[in-house]
């Protein structure tokens, strides 16, 4: 099966400052790559998502990049603001399954 | 804003007794999923449907866990007999299709098992 890896666990920044997420895949045959944030005790709600055909994709501050090659995708995001603290999840959808396999997660906490 | 539904929001329970979850997904969603979350960790899928069939149950642990989507609509997991490891998130999330593959999460079901 698909095995997601997903780093750093933990990611401290200042206000201000450039957050990136990374994940990496083992299945080269996944096409759809979603991110998901979660604050605590709420769901999971999809912030950004690329599909294997384009190499980035950028939504305001926020952006995701994909290697297909090398098998892993990045978030990045900019001028963080304290809103913006909460667990960060990637995940990878294999094409034909539509099976998601989820990473465990970054916790993004953002200083004043 | 249509959104997924689960019941209840929490539940505690006691070891060995049966215990069961509800989730309605959004209209028109033929696929749903039953997520378990760890704290600390991302969802693990335990149970996908398209419309009424079972996709994928391959992490169901059969033995004490059964899901159904009788109509194709709403769904429910069950737990019989609950253990103490069985403590976590259980999410529900739905999409519109097969081929649309983004993911609506319902605000899930906490369980305690003691």
């Known amino acids: 099966g698909e095995n997601v890896e997903q780093h750093p666990s933990t990611l401290s920044v200042q206000e201000g400052d450039s957050a990136v997420i990374k994940c990496t895949y083992s299945?080269?045959?996944?096409?759809?790559f979603p991110w998901y944030k979660q604050e605590l005790g709420k769901r999971p709600q999809l912030i950004i998502d690329i599909r294997s055909n384009v190499g980035e994709k950028k939504d305001q501050r926020i952006a995701v990049t994909l290697n297909k090659t090398a098998k892993h995708f990045s978030l990045h995001i900019t001028e963080t603001q304290p809103e913006d603290s909460a667990v960060y999840f990637c995940a990878v959808v294999s094409g034909g399954s539509y099976i998601p396999t989820f990473g465990r997660g970054t916790s993004l906490i953002v200083h004043p | 804003e249509a959104e997924v539904a689960q019941s209840p929001r929490y539940k505690i329970t006691e070891k060995s007794q049966a215990v069961a979850f509800w989730c309605d997904p959004i209209?028109?969603?033929?696929?749903l999923y039953w997520y378990r979350q760890i704290l600390g960790q991302g969802p693990e899928l335990l149970v996908q449907f398209q419309d009424e069939s079972v996709v994928d149950d391959s992490q169901l642990p059969k033995d004490r866990f059964s899901a159904e989507r009788l109509k194709g609509v709403d769904s429910t997991l069950k737990i019989q007999p609950a253990e103490l490891g069985d403590s976590a998130m259980y999410l529900c999330?739905?999409?519109?299709?097969?081929?649309?593959?983004?993911?609506?999460f319902g605000p899930g079901t906490r369980l305690l098992v003691l």
């Open positions: 999330a739905s999409s519109s299709d097969g081929t649309e593959e983004t993911q609506y």
């Open positions: 209209s028109g969603h033929a696929t």
């Open positions: 299945d080269s045959a996944s096409n759809y």
